[in-house]
């Protein structure tokens, strides 16, 4: 069964402290993905990945980085956070583009509090 | 920017009765459609999907209807079930480059029984 596991539940953090946010994947799949949900935004694009060690923005990657040195491993980064990253955050994966299946397969979520 | 809109944040329907969730875009480029439902503290599920090149997609109680002239998509419920109570997110992507899914705002369903 296709499964996305992220580290943590729920994490509180200080303001200013880094912050890991870690996601790993256990279908081989090529695309992994950083998303954030908000009351009345939906969820919205930080950053994807479509191979090893690639990196592309997604809609609102600002105060965030991301890396991925295995294909099953991709973490999301607060360099230093800020309340208004206080947010639910979402990892997924998904097969290649071109595949006939583009679904995105989520993982439960972080929910972030930034006090 | 919202490319992909769901204008209702809430809905209620009896059991039994259908359930239309509503979604608009406005990317012209957009050609795959996907519906997600989600549950409070789980990730969102992929529910059903439809492609450019059709105006309809069913499946069991759920089907999706595409409207591209309209730039618009709906999700039909029926019956509707209490358990079908959640957040219904549409979503869309284009075609070439690397996959990139943009979201709705989400609409959360309440079935009543």
């Known amino acids: 069964d296709v499964k996305v596991t992220q580290s943590s539940r729920y994490l509180v953090k200080r303001t200013g402290e880094k912050v890991f946010l870690e996601c790993v994947q256990d279908m081989d799949h090529e695309n992994m993905f950083w998303y954030r949900q908000d009351p009345g935004l939906g969820l919205r694009l930080i950053y994807f990945s479509y191979d090893v060690k690639m990196k592309e923005k997604g809609d609102i990657p600002e105060g965030y980085s991301v890396s991925r040195e295995k294909k099953e491993r991709f973490s999301l980064i607060l360099e230093s956070a800020s309340t208004n990253q206080t947010s639910m955050y979402l990892c997924?994966?998904?097969?290649?583009?071109?595949?006939?299946?583009?679904?995105?397969?989520f993982g439960s979520g972080t929910q972030l509090s930034v006090l | 920017d919202q490319q992909v809109k769901q204008n209702s944040p809430s809905l209620s329907v009896q059991e039994g009765r259908i359930s239309i969730l509503n979604c608009d875009y406005t990317?012209?480029?957009?050609?795959?459609f996907l519906w997600y439902k989600k549950y409070p503290a789980e990730g969102p599920t992929f529910l059903i999907s439809i492609s450019s090149i059709k105006d309809k997609n069913e499946d069991g109680r759920f089907t999706v209807f595409l409207n591209k002239s309209a730039k618009h998509l709906s999700l039909h419920i029926v019956p509707s079930q209490p358990g079908d109570s959640a957040v219904y997110f549409c979503?869309?992507?284009?075609?070439?480059?690397?996959?990139?899914?943009?979201f709705g705002t989400g609409t959360k369903l309440q079935v009543i029984p």
């Open positions: 990317n012209s480029m957009f050609d795959y």
């Open positions: 979503a869309a992507s284009a075609a070439g480059g690397y996959q990139k899914v943009t």
């Open positions: 997924a994966s998904s097969p290649p583009s071109g595949t006939a299946n583009e679904k995105l397969f």
